[in-house]
């Protein structure tokens, strides 16, 4: 069966391969010129690679992983030291670290947090662990719903002090969901935590050997050319045609430089681009449904990426570091972290600025001015002196609507990947899946959505008879 498939990030991507896995045939239709969506990358006239955003994987990422040993491509994941590393501001240019000894969860992650003397006291590690319990124990259906506080509401109602939100939590919550705590739905961070806890090698962080489009979006593509399916750039969906019973005729794709208008026909249909182009082009007859009129709750929230080359070595530092200043969330010297940005003589920082609403107008250069004065502060010896480092160059890429905005109440916005509509579905890290939106999140969904698929299709109908494959009259699982 032929399916189309708008947008190729990783939800386009993973479901596309899914149903090759299944046996149907996918064209998916990616607008831009570039693979990936948020793991896209460019490499600049020097051939130096810059990315949408700095990305770390995760222990506690399974369909990830998996989709990387069907592709066999494991070994491009870079496995980093089981620690989680903190710059300390009162302590500037120092480091604290929640290092994860290889005993059995949830005892190593405990152990990490007990053995750090630096951010937490007795007392507040005690409130936490208490806090937590219900999170461990009455598991998903209680850390949902705790998605009516934000997470530093849920700090107070457990006891929790505030210097612990200064101290870790501002830095996780920056670096999973691009806001502060006080803004972001206590369920994100709860999630991650549970996911932590209940997995040995759950926060153990990995990052990808080179550019995401070219180590891990290419051979995705490949795997699904080799099989039958198409992956087309430059080939952005302007419009839904449907039929008479709403359901979809057909997806009209832009014609680009003069080109003409076409008409994409397929058996099913998945929308795996983002949620706020999306909300813009549902066809009218579908704003009247519950179903689509709840995407009205859901935003992308902006995020800034800095790459910024300096003449000299900063720091040998190989592994995610979660800076704590105001301006910046996580970052990371790529010349130490990743195998092909590697250099032994100068660095390469990557930096993720947010929360980043009041600095996405702002022009590069007050950004990287902005960043190298914080930068004082996490690399004293570099940057003050008579010799301090010097920038080489820059790039900045800004997302004024990256991953959903994870504020307090959007869960039940979050679509399913089947639809009200019989032919249509979709993909997306800010679809409901067990994962944040995350890398993780949008192979999940497009699995979710190929097994949704496959599932209304079985396979032996689509292929032995093609020509009269129709889709049937509702799916199996509406929303
Ligand atoms: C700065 C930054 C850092 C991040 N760090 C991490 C991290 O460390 N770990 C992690 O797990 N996740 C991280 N993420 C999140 C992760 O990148 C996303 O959750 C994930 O890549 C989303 O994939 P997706 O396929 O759901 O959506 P997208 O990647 O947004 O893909 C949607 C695709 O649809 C295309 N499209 C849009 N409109 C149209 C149209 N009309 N026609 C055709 N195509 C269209 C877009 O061009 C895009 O390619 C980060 C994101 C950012 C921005």
Known sequence: MRVAIAGAGLAGLSCAKYLTDAGHTPIVL????????????????????????????????????????????????????????????????????????????????????????????????????????????RGQKYVEDMDKYSFLEWLKRQGVGERVTSDVFIAACKALTFINPDEVSATILLTALNRFLQERYGSKIAFLDGSPTERLCSPIVDYIRERGGEVRLNAPLKEILLNPDNTVKGYLIRGLNGAEDEVIAADSYVSAISVDPLKAILPKPWKQMEFFQKLEGLEGVPVINLHLWFDRKLTQIDHLLFSRSPLLSVYADMSNTCRKYANPDRSMLELVLAPAKDWIAKSDEEIVAATIAELEKLFPDHFGGDNPAKLLKSHVVKTPRSVYKATPGRQQYRPAQVTPIANFYLAGSYTMQRYLGSMEGAVLSGKLTAQAISEAFPVAISSNLQTLTRPPATNAATA
């Open 30 to 137: 990616e607008s831009r010129d570039v693979l990936g969506g948020l793991v896209a990358a460019w490499k600049d006239s020097d051939g130096d690679w810059y990315e949408v955003g700095l990305h770390a994987f995760f222990g506690a990422y399974p369909n990830m992983l998996q989709l990387l040993k069907e592709l066999g491509i494991e070994d491009r994941l870079q496995w980093k030291e089981h620690t989680l590393i903190f710059n300390q501001p009162e302590k500037p240019g120092t480091l604290s670290r929640f290092d994860v000894p290889d005993i059995p969860s949830p005892f190593n992650v405990i152990a990490s947090i007990l053995r750090n003397k630096d951010m937490l006291t007795w007392e507040q590690k005690i409130r936490f662990a208490i806090g937590l319990l219900p999170a461990v124990v």
